[in-house]
């Protein structure tokens, strides 16, 4: 709130987010471990992965049915002779070979034989013994995948950078990679603030509040690829707050939650400019979310206290649903870029808007919601919430509905964006 | 593909979801454990959370501002006596109590002072000294959260059977809970078959393949809450698949990979017709997945092989793409009521279509998609892929594109339903 002239902006969301993700190109990793490719999983690859073989590694049937010369259903009805089964693995010394008016019955995945150009859908064909009766015609290659089509040997199939998920797991595994290099996970110290907070086992007083905060930043820096260090609540007072962010600022990254408020700010900017900090922004015009502060400590002249080299932080509403929102929209794309990745677009879906929304304009709202519906009958509606503070209406959510700021009222049967969590 | 008469059918995609739906159902959890509550993130919770005191504890201020007298502002401008400053924890012995034409500076999540019933927000007032500019008027209870207003004291915040996320683990920690009851994770087998498949760290020969899919279904399993057990793949031999079904029947649910092509599921069926099989359904009109097979070996009559209680089993198609999809649309909700949750309805949301997408009509299709674009402007265009059997086609893919049965051409622009991953 303390919009000193020396702090840049209250900006954009779309300009806030930029100024993040420009950031976050420049980043670079934290190094390297091997693991093993199960344990990969929501890891950053550090290395590529090529092809070991041409894939398929021979042109392999894509249907079950029947591989046959398509030059030989030209003239329908055709008859052909079945003169044996390929099965997928069958290591036959002889491999049969197709000759002219010849068929072989052949399972999906399984290598089309010699002289065989198409596999007739077995849908498509009528066995009667070994006589094999086709009643439509057929492309030269159909069904069939070319040997090599999908990759050549040597061929990049996933480049580094990527997270890993079960799909590039598949990709590993089909190379052959047990082991695979991934990047350090970053470290992300949490630190809250106020002196209206205590300890999550303590008994709160009429004006303290436990800290959720630094729990709920634990588990989304966690599915994100960072190893999350929470550091004790820091009180409004500067001796306590300074040792807290100096100890936050030896980690890769600082997550302040709380101090942006009135008058809490002047004091967290105080001791933050002690460890040279620069500000890129104070505010985003959002709800949930105005008072976002990022920056950077120590990048610039020597300061009295500098714990390392340059270090970024983020300074989150207090607010629950605040310091949720805001880590997504903005810390999640530096600590996945500390983590490796290269910086991703945020990219909102859409659902249909279930029940008449109305708001006012100027923010960009990031509103809890509930998808309801089935199959592509995706409607999202909002639930009933007392703002930024109410913690159990976000955890009854599964979304926030994002109002763009021109609109004071979508209705029913719109097409709305969703942040889905 | 074998339609033996005793099979019931190839359903639709719906009907088919919706048979797994309703086992899923009468499904029941594995037995409960205590964790702490950062490890309790993807688990799922085995207790009701419930407040444990009001929230919020005070009438909370939602603005930094001013708290005032609601009725001092019916005649505007208003001038106000600044008595003093409300901090959010501040623990004031004598809290300050706002009388006739007083204000109190206050910060969001501090308790409004008594004698005060809004808080005006601090860019609509001007302060010079001690005395306080208002032009607006404001109505009471503006920009306070009365107490219990979100919640009151006892009242249910989490029902039992949700999966923890970060807004979850957010609740537990704001009414105190630093260990939660949770769900025991159920033990899913995953069982490939096909005398095509080696394992991952050996050289296969020319008509041989890794064995990925085993991979690729333990981190879908491990993501969704369950715990993988990988057994060797089964060759295409029967006394060697009975044994090795046999020990996956012993987990709480089976998973086969493959065995579902013409000829092979001959054998399949067989072996799993000795462990007293029923089958609900033996395909479903969509693409890839066309073979999907779901069932339920040892509820029906005492077989001569029978490992324990009723179990479920997939046949997922194990061409690599299709197993991917078919986890993801009937088998990861089986898994995730054998963790504790209630049966979620699958939902998809949509993306403007980014270029022309052509098939043909029939079967609902899951096509490899990539999303791009930002923020709401979200675009979908497919991936170029060799079908089924193309894993990196799947792994630069990062969505699927549904298509459904009776479209067989999308046009740029339109709305499209996607699977995300």
Known sequence: MAAAPKYPAVLSFE?????????ALNLRHLGMERVGVLDSSGRVLAEALAADRDFPPFRRAARDGYAVRAADLEQIPAILQVVGEIRAGSSAAEPIDIGPG??????????????????????????QGARLQILRGIE????????????????????????????????????????????AKPRVAVLATGDELVGITASPGPNQIRNSNSYSLAAQIHAVGGEPILLPAAPDEPS?????????LKADLLLLAGGVSMGKYDLV?????????????????????????????????????KPGAAKYFFGLPGNPVSTMVTFELFARVVVEALAGMAPRKLIFLHAKVKTEIKTRTGLRRFLPGVLSGEFEHAEVELVRWQGSGDIAAAARANCYVVVPPDRERIAAGEWVAVLTR
Do not use: W
Request: proline residues 6%; glycine residues 10%.
């Open 140 to 183: 030269a290659g159909a069904n069939i995948v070319p040997l090599g089509a999908e990759a050549r040997r040597g061929e990049q199939l996933l480049p580094s950078g990527i997270r890993m998920d079960h799909a590039a797991i598949a990709v590993a595994a089909s190379v052959g990679k047990d082991h695979l290099l991934v990047y």
């Open 240 to 248: 306590r707050l300074r040792e807290l962010i100096a100890e936050g």
């Open 102 to 127: 010849e068929a072989a019955a052949i399972m999906t995945g399984a290598p089309a034989p010699p002289g065989a150009d198409a596999v007739v859908m077995v849908e498509h064909a009528t066995l």
């Open 269 to 305: 900017e105080q001791v933050l400019t002690a460890f040279s900090a620069e500000f890129f922004f104070t505010g985003a015009h959002i709800q949930p979310g105005h008072p976002i502060v990022f920056g950077r400590c120590g990048a610039g002249a020597p300061a009295r206290e």
């Open 15 to 23: 300009d806030a987010r930029h100024v993040v993700e420009e950031h």
